[in-house]
């Protein structure tokens, strides 16, 4: 079973417009981490999100641990925020399980 | 900044060669992980070590071993490459303890087995 379910798996916008991406967990977790990918790069820490609403910049993100679930939203794309958006959990023995991730691609 | 170097960044192996991938760390992360990052599969979890000296069984663990000489230094070994293993191979390290814990990822290495 997939723990770690993002959606949608692909996502296309006009610059400007917001973002919003969810990840869910088949198993309670309560530490999640948002990554970014660009294409054909190495992944980056977006946000690190236990619980509760964080945010960075343009990113906001909402952790509910009794629904297993967070999101990600993104304000005011830009195109260099086209990429992949990968989503995590910890599991035991400090380690990251990752979501299959959401594509975004964000044009003029 | 944590920097994670992967070497080589591209190689290209027959099928029943040995390959051996090769990851570098100067954060003084305890933890390195290895995982591959294939389409429709996402990220999995191939190896990983909790130190010098220690390796740890992932998700995918069949086909590679790993090895852990250093504490900067973390191996991904194919001794028989096959063309199912062809992939983009990830080095992580990583700190785990109160408060955040995250992982500082490498630049990948692709891997074609023919």
């Not at chain 2, 429709?40 to 071993?65: C, N, Q, V």
């Not at chain 2, 973390?74 to 992580?92: D, G, K, M, N, R």
Request: glycine fraction near 10%; proline fraction near 3%.
């Amino acid at each position: 079973e997939q723990q770690v379910q993002q959606s949608p798996a692909s996502l296309v916008l006009q610059e400007a417009e917001n973002a919003e991406l969810q990840c869910s967990f088949s198993i309670f977790t309560n530490q999640v981490q948002w990554f970014y990918q660009r294409p054909g790069g190495r992944l980056v820490s977006l946000l690190y999100n236990p619980s509760g609403t964080k945010q960075s910049g343009r990113l906001t993100s909402t952790t509910v641990i009794k629904e297993r679930r967070s999101s990600l939203h993104i304000s005011s794309s830009q195109i260099t925020d086209s990429g992949t958006y990968l989503c995590a959990k910890t599991s035991s023995g400090q380690k990251l399980v990752f979501g299959q991730g959401t594509i975004l691609k964000v044009y003029l | 900044e944590a920097a994670v170097t992967q070497s080589p960044r591209n190689k290209v192996a027959v099928t029943g060669g040995k390959v051996t991938l090769s990851c570098n760390q100067t954060n003084n992360h305890n933890n390195m992980y290895w995982y591959r990052q294939d389409t429709g599969h996402g990220l999995r979890l191939i190896h990983y070590s909790y130190g010098a000296g220690s390796t740890e069984k992932g998700d995918i663990p069949d086909g590679y071993k790993a090895s852990r000489p250093s504490q900067e230094n973390f191996s991904l070994i194919l001794e028989l490459a096959t063309p199912s293993q062809t992939s983009v191979y990830f080095c992580a390290s990583g700190h785990w303890g109160e408060g955040q814990n995250t992982l500082y990822f490498g630049a990948g290495t692709r891997l074609s087995v023919l």
